[in-house]
Nanobody
Framework: QWQLVESGGDLVQPGGSLRLSCTAS????????IGWFRQAPGKAREGVSA????????DYANSVKGRFTISRDDAKNTVYLQMNSLKPEDTAVYFC???????????????????WGRGTQVTVSS
């Protein structure tokens, strides 16, 4: 069974850091582009960051540029989202998603993504 599982969410103070992980089971991630999306209470889901299947291209929402870094370790079938300088407005459920892609470019087009994890909660609060 194909599955994406997120982990690493937690309660953290403003200015703190977290690293989220997205691990695949049942399929190999190295041919898939991966995206991180988030949904805050009462808000629509939004794209946060994406990485191409080769890892050569990344994309970030303007709100997280310079603070978040996406990376992938295909040997571990895992993609990471390093989040630094966290703000209360980063509070949300974070989802990872995957779609098969041979494109050089990463993308944050939600409708392109076929496989979704169940999410991990990130809360930034003092």
């Amino acid at each position: 069974q194909w599955q994406l599982v997120e982990s690493g969410g937690d309660l953290v103070q403003p200015g703190g850091s977290l690293r989220l992980s997205c691990t695949a089971s049942g399929f190999i991630l190295d041919s898939y582009a991966i995206g991180w999306f988030r949904q805050a209470p009462g808000k629509a889901r939004e794209g946060v960051s994406a990485i191409s299947s080769s890892g050569s291209s990344t994309d970030y929402a303007n709100s997280v540029k310079g603070r978040f870094t996406i990376s992938r370790d295909d040997a571990k079938n895992t993609v990471y989202l390093q989040m630094n300088s966290l703000k209360p407005e980063d509070t949300a459920v974070y989802f990872c998603a995957a779609h098969y892609s041979t494109s050089f470019y990463a993308d944050l087009v939600e409708s392109n993504y076929d496989y979704w994890g169940r999410g991990t909660q990130v809360t930034v609060s003092s």
